[in-house]
Structure formats: structure tokens, C-alpha cells
């Protein structure tokens, strides 16, 4: 069953129990740094409830029933937990120490937006933390604005993104937490040879679209004259049909059987991914949250 969130006080809750989901739907009020999660924000409940016993990162906790929990829409900064090799990222203990803060000891509610288990066998959610004088923290929108992760979305898991991407974009442009630290910056496409030293990172990349084509079904958008050198954003054939579901993808697109996408040449956009490399700098985009219009085209 799916819920629509919507403005309105709820009760107060007890540290050992949640509100039953007829007590939710009747009167929610979800909340993220004050702001009331978006109606059209939909949600799948979860019936099983219980409270957050250990805090392993900044987007991973551990219920008191036992399951590890997955923060389903972000990526907070990461720590070593134990894999060789591994320098922690900037802010990676602030944002384990954000989520004990808010979640450690308390009720949590469960919500997915889509996949629920993911291959580590963790609980995919949007996770709800109880206030003690009522009412709910959303643990993700709540990370967002403290600039302590970026979003971080799945083409079997965007529910939410637009509210998600908000957050970040607040964070960021008051330049809280990561976004303050140039490992976090947001690079240029242009800047090929730096993007080749982040390869295999998480990244954000911004600049304007040289050209745009479709070859046997997969996108290819350029963002300079020579596409065997320069930065590239790939979308496989199975994933073009997805694009072309949202505006302004589908108008930008022609539908999925377009042969002609120079429509988007010139558009500036914001693109977000890992860094690979075939050729120059490449990143491969799945769904659309990946990719953000930033500007009027040239």
C-alpha cells in the first residue's frame, strides 16, 4: 500500500512505539529541517518498527530488530569500516556523528520508494525518525541540509529525488558542510585531465553539451569536439526509454524510437556518477536524476 504524505500534526509518539499506519494516514506530518515532505511524494509503509541501536556510517544503521538499514537516496561521506586501502572522505565521522545525533535510540519508521533489499542484504528505506515532543524527522532530507551527503538515487530507486535534489541545492549554495570542502566541488566538463584523476569516484561534473547523438539505441551526449578525448555522459539502450518517460527528456528526446537528439546540444546541465574512463572521462547515467538542466541552451 502506498502513502501520500500531506501537512497536519500528528500525536506524540513513545520512544517504544510508533503511531499504527490508520493513526499516519489520517493526520502525517513529516518533516526534514522544518519543511513538510511534498504530496506528491509517494511511499510504500512498511508495518514492522523498531528503534535504531547502532549507527555504522552516515547513511547505514542498524535496527534494534537486526536489520542494517541502507539510507535509500543519498551518499554521505565514507569511512574505511575496515576495507584495506581506503583513505575516509572529508566530514565521514561529522556525518555518522549527525545520524547518532538525530537517530540513535529512537523510533524509526520505514518507507520504501523502490528496491528494498539491495546486494549487501541491507533494508533499502527512507527512514522517519520520531521526536520526542511528536512528529518525524525525514533522516535523509535532514543530512541534505546540513550538507553532510549528496543525492544519490538508483534507476529501481528515485523516489523522492526531486525533494532530495531541493535540499541539496539549499546546502549547497550556502556552502554548509561538504560543499565547503573542495573534494565535494562540482567540476568542469571542460577540465578533462582533472576528471582522469577522479576516475572511480563519485562526482558531480557540469558544462555544456557540444553535441548529442544516438547510435543502435544508446545516447551519447559530448561535451567537446573530439568525443574519443573529451568528457562523455553514456546512456544504454535499455535505459533511453526511461529518459524519454520525463520532461523535458521525452520533448528533448522525440520519443524513444528518436533518431535526431541535437535538441539537446547546447543545453547546460549538471551530471552526477561515477567517473569511468573509455577514451576521455566518461559517466554513464541510468535514470534521470542523474542529470540536471542547469541553464538556458546556447
Known amino acids: 500500500m502506498f502513502l501520500r504524505v500531506a501537512a497536519g500534526p500528528l500525536p506524540r509518539v513513545g520512544r517504544l512505539a510508533l503511531l499504527s499506519l490508520s493513526a499516519f494516514l489520517a493526520i502525517p506530518c513529516i518533516h526534514g529541517g522544518g519543511a513538510v515532505l ?17 549507527v555504522i556510517d552516515g547513511d547505514t544503521l542498524v535496527l534494534e530488530d537486526g536489520r542494517e538499514v541502507r539510507l535509500t537516496g543519498i551518499q554521505a561521506p ?47 528505506a527512507q527512514v522517519f525518525v520520531a521526536r520526542d515532543e511528536g512528529g518525524f524527522d525525514w533522516l535523509q532530507k535532514e543530512m541534505l ?22 535540499a541539496e541545492r539549499a546546502a549547497r549554495g550556502e556552502g554548509r558542510g561538504i560543499w ?30 557540444a553535441s548529442a547523438a544516438l547510435v543502435r539505441g544508446k545516447l551519447y551526449l559530448n561535451f567537446g569536439d573530439d568525443y574519443r578525448k ?23 528526446l522525440g520519443g524513444t524510437e528518436a ?22 572521462p566518461e559517466m554513464e547515467a541510468t535514470h534521470p536524476e542523474q542529470i540536471e538542466f542547469t541553464g538556458d541552451a546556447d
Open 38 to 54: 511534498a504530496a506528491e511524494c509517494l511511499l510504500e509503509e512498511d508495518k514492522a518498527t523498531s528503534v535504531v541501536a547502532k
Open 78 to 124: 565514507k569511512l574505511p569500516l575496515g576495507r584495506p586501502n581506503f583513505d575516509t572522505w572529508p566530514l565521514a565521522g561529522e556525518a555518522r556523528d549527525a545520524v547518532a545525533g538525530i537517530a540513535l535510540g529512537k523510533p524509526v519508521m520505514l518507507r520504501f520508494g523502490g528496491a528494498r533489499i539491495d546486494r549487501h542484504m541491507r533494508v533499502l
Open 145 to 166: 541540509e546540513r550538507g553532510l551527503a549528496r543525492v544519490y538515487t538508483f534507476s529501481d530507486n528515485r523516489a523522492c529525488s526531486r525533494e532530495l535534489l531541493e
Open 180 to 209: 565547503a570542502d573542495p573534494f565535494y566541488g562540482i567540476h568542469d566538463a571542460a577540465d578533462v585531465a582533472g576528471l582522469l584523476e577522479r576516475v572511480g569516484r563519485f562526482e558531480l561534473v557540469e558544462g555544456r553539451v
Open 230 to 252: 573529451d568528457f562523455t555522459v553514456t546512456v544504454q539502450e535499455r535505459d533511453v526509454k526511461l529518459f524519454g518517460r520525463d520532461e523535458p527528456w521525452g520533448s528533448l
Open 259 to 280: 533518431t535526431d537528439v541535437s535538441a539537446l546540444a547546447g543545453r547546460h546541465v549538471r551530471v552526477r556518477g561515477w567517473l569511468d574512463r573509455y577514451n576521455g
